[in-house]
């Protein structure tokens, strides 16, 4: 039986694993980590993370051929396979702070893959990471094993939050990088074998390791251009009278473009898109292409600003204040179907707010307030100025409270906003909600979700992203 060990047990590492564990019950798939209250949860009835479907495929394979365990070294060393997928994050202190991927678990999994090797082994990146790592990968495996053939393979996860599971069971593309020899030919054909079980040969893309890494890399940063595109045109959409919806239809039209990712919204956020695309800024700065660098820079300044614009908009259309204003904040994960606040455009949102002195109500139907209230008390990387951390005034974080029901935090509120899309908010009672809330009654839409016509009809005075403003 084929053996496959996946070396961190989170957003990619579980479902991902979960799922070749469906589709190929004869391979045995492990997934490991350090982390032991991660691995209790896999085991146990409620998973660490929230996706749709998730539930019910680890429910089938687990016990049978899916296991996660701690215990890493002895699953590492007996696998024929070993993905890599722990976290990446952004660098925070040192050279290229700010900017370049943090490699530390990446380095420190190669380190101990090494050391408890005993046979060949194919070592895939799961995790994203910066062009060429495949090579210091390489080194590191060679350098520190005897005799041992390590293929190294470039395999990066396309898979959306809250969609993951059918994006992994219908997946536009498998990619798979390896070196052109013999042996990294067969070990890619191996890796490809083991997709084929569900996935459409034709879908399955084999490259060149430096392609592979960095089609992730340019994925990620081409999805983000779009949004900061399309939210650029709502800012001059609401200079101008001009619809955004409107203005995305027109455009997505054109089949040269597309429809898909044309939505304005408050901003983009997430593990990924800004971590990936500051990534590539610096690696673009290491190769002397300060222009393309600054090029990708401005996706995430567009980003920034759309949030503070947002901000801004809620401030001055309550006559300039916000000072001991309740303010009710539905939606607090950076998506629906997901309980991931990563980077959640919210969070600046809510210090903003909080700058401003309001009084913010949150409801968030995934997100607890244990994990609100420490997203909110963390210190803010600034990826533009590294060297200042802003920490949150131990005040501030008073003026929060974590409702659990959207009536109980938009009671006595002078303003919503909606900083999540999730479908339970468009069904919303808002006549009940217009009753219990303070006159004038402002509702801020950060994602387009609920319909400014009807609520305008109830007394609601509305701002939707890249919409004409009230008439
Ligand atoms: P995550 O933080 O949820 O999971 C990483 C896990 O790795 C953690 O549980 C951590 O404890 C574990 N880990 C770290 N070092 C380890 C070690 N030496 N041994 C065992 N376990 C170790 O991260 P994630 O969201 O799953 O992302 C993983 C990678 O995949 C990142 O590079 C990310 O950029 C990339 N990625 C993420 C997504 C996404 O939507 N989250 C999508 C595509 C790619």
Same mark, same amino acid.
């Given at each position: 039986?084929?053996?496959?060990?996946?070396?961190?047990?989170g957003y990619?590492?579980?479902?991902? &694993?979960?799922?070749?564990?469906?589709?190929?019950?004869?391979?045995?798939?492990?997934?490991?980590?350090?982390?032991?209250?991660?691995?209790?949860?896999?085991?146990?009835?409620?998973?660490?993370i929230y996706e749709?479907?998730?539930?019910?495929?680890?429910?089938?394979?687990?016990?049978?051929?899916?296991?996660?365990?701690?215990?890493?070294?002895?699953?590492?060393?007996?696998?024929?396979?070993?993905?890599?997928?722990?976290?990446?994050p952004t660098?925070?202190?040192?050279?290229?702070?700010?900017?370049?991927?943090?490699?530390?678990?990446?380095?420190?999994?190669?380190?101990?893959? /090494?050391?408890?090797? $005993?046979?060949?082994?194919?070592?895939?990146?799961?995790?994203?990471?910066?062009?060429?790592?495949?090579?210091?990968?390489?080194?590191?495996?060679?350098? +520190?094993?005897?005799?041992? +053939?390590?293929?190294?393979?470039?395999?990066?996860?396309?898979?959306a939050e809250g969609?993951?599971?059918?994006?992994?069971? *219908? @997946?536009?593309?498998?990619?798979?990088?390896?070196?052109?020899?013999?042996?990294?030919? $067969?070990?890619?054909?191996?890796?490809?074998?083991?997709?084929?079980?569900?996935?459409? %040969?034709?879908?399955?893309?084999?490259? +060149?390791?430096?392609?592979?890494?960095?089609? $992730?890399?340019? /994925?990620n940063?081409?999805l983000a251009?779009?949004i900061s595109?399309?939210n650029? =045109?709502? /800012?001059?959409?609401?200079? *101008?009278?001009?619809?955004?919806?409107?203005?995305?239809?027109?455009?997505? *039209?054109?089949?040269?473009?597309?429809?898909?990712?044309?939505n304005?919204s408050v901003g983009f956020g997430g593990s990924c898109f800004q971590k990936d695309i500051?990534?590539?800024?610096? =690696?673009?700065?290491? +190769?002397?292409?300060?222009?393309?660098?600054?090029?990708?820079?401005?996706?995430i300044?567009?980003n920034d600003?759309q949030k503070s614009?947002f901000v801004?908009?809620?401030?001055?259309? &309550?006559?300039?204040?916000?000072?001991?204003?309740?303010i009710a904040i539905l939606g607090f994960a950076f998506k629906k179907d997901t309980g991931d606040t990563r980077e959640t455009p919210a969070i600046d949102v809510c210090k903003g707010l909080l700058?401003?002195?309001?009084?913010l109500?949150i409801y968030d139907p995934q997100v607890s307030a244990d994990h609100i209230e420490r997203d909110l008390s963390t210190e803010k990387f600034d990826w533009?100025? @590294?060297?200042?951390?802003?920490?949150m005034? @131990?005040? /501030?974080?008073?003026?929060v409270?974590v409702?659990?029901?959207?009536?109980?935090? *938009?009671?006595?509120?002078?303003?919503?906003c909606f900083l999540t899309e999730w479908?339970?908010f $468009?069904?919303?009672?808002?006549?009940?909600?217009?009753?219990? &809330?303070?006159?004038?009654?402002?509702?801020f839409d950060g994602r387009?979700i %609920?319909?400014?016509?009807?609520?305008?009809?109830?007394?609601?005075?509305?701002?939707?992203v890249?919409?004409?403003?009230?008439?």
């Amino acid at each position: 039986m084929v053996k496959i060990c996946c070396i961190g047990a989170g957003y990619v590492g579980g479902p991902t &694993m979960a799922v070749i564990a469906l589709k190929c019950p004869f391979i045995e798939v492990t997934v490991v980590d350090i982390s032991v209250s991660r691995i209790d949860a896999w085991n146990s009835e409620q998973l660490p993370i929230y996706e749709p479907g998730l539930e019910d495929v680890v429910k089938q394979c687990r016990g049978k051929n899916l296991f996660f365990s701690c215990d890493v070294e002895k699953h590492v060393g007996e696998a024929d396979i070993v993905f890599v997928s722990v976290n990446t994050p952004t660098k925070t202190q040192g050279l290229g702070a700010g900017k370049a991927a943090d490699l530390t678990y990446w380095e420190s999994a190669a380190r101990m893959i /090494a050391d408890v090797s $005993k046979s060949d082994k194919i070592v895939v990146e799961k995790s994203t990471v910066p062009v060429k790592t495949a090579e210091a990968i390489e080194k590191i495996l060679t350098h +520190n094993s005897d005799g041992i +053939n390590f293929q190294i393979l470039s395999n990066p996860e396309f898979l959306a939050e809250g969609t993951a599971i059918q994006d992994l069971l *219908t @997946p536009n593309r498998v990619l798979i990088g390896g070196r052109e020899t013999p042996e990294g030919i $067969k070990a890619i054909e191996k890796l490809k074998n083991v997709y084929a079980n569900w996935v459409p %040969v034709e879908s399955i893309l084999c490259t +060149n390791l430096w392609s592979a890494e960095l089609s $992730k890399l340019a /994925a990620n940063a081409f999805l983000a251009q779009r949004i900061s595109s399309v939210n650029a =045109i709502s /800012a001059l959409c609401e200079a *101008t009278g001009a619809d955004i919806s409107e203005v995305s239809h027109s455009v997505g *039209t054109d089949t040269r473009i597309g429809p898909k990712f044309l939505n304005a919204s408050v901003g983009f956020g997430g593990s990924c898109f800004q971590k990936d695309i500051l990534n590539l800024v610096y =690696i673009c700065e290491c +190769n002397g292409l300060p222009e393309v660098a600054n090029y990708w820079k401005h996706i995430i300044r567009i980003n920034d600003y759309q949030k503070s614009r947002f901000v801004n908009r809620v401030v001055s259309s &309550m006559f300039n204040t916000a000072s001991g204003k309740k303010i009710a904040i539905l939606g607090f994960a950076f998506k629906k179907d997901t309980g991931d606040t990563r980077e959640t455009p919210a969070i600046d949102v809510c210090k903003g707010l909080l700058g401003e002195k309001a009084n913010l109500s949150i409801y968030d139907p995934q997100v607890s307030a244990d994990h609100i209230e420490r997203d909110l008390s963390t210190e803010k990387f600034d990826w533009d100025h @590294p060297a200042h951390l802003q920490p949150m005034s @131990p005040t /501030a974080i008073k003026q929060v409270r974590v409702e659990w029901d959207a009536y109980e935090a *938009t009671k006595d509120a002078h303003g919503l906003c909606f900083l999540t899309e999730w479908d339970e908010f $468009k069904k919303l009672d808002f006549q009940r909600i217009y009753n219990d &809330m303070q006159r004038p009654s402002f509702v801020f839409d950060g994602r387009n979700i %609920v319909d400014a016509v009807k609520l305008r009809r109830i007394g609601f005075i509305v701002y939707s992203v890249g919409k004409p403003l009230d008439p």
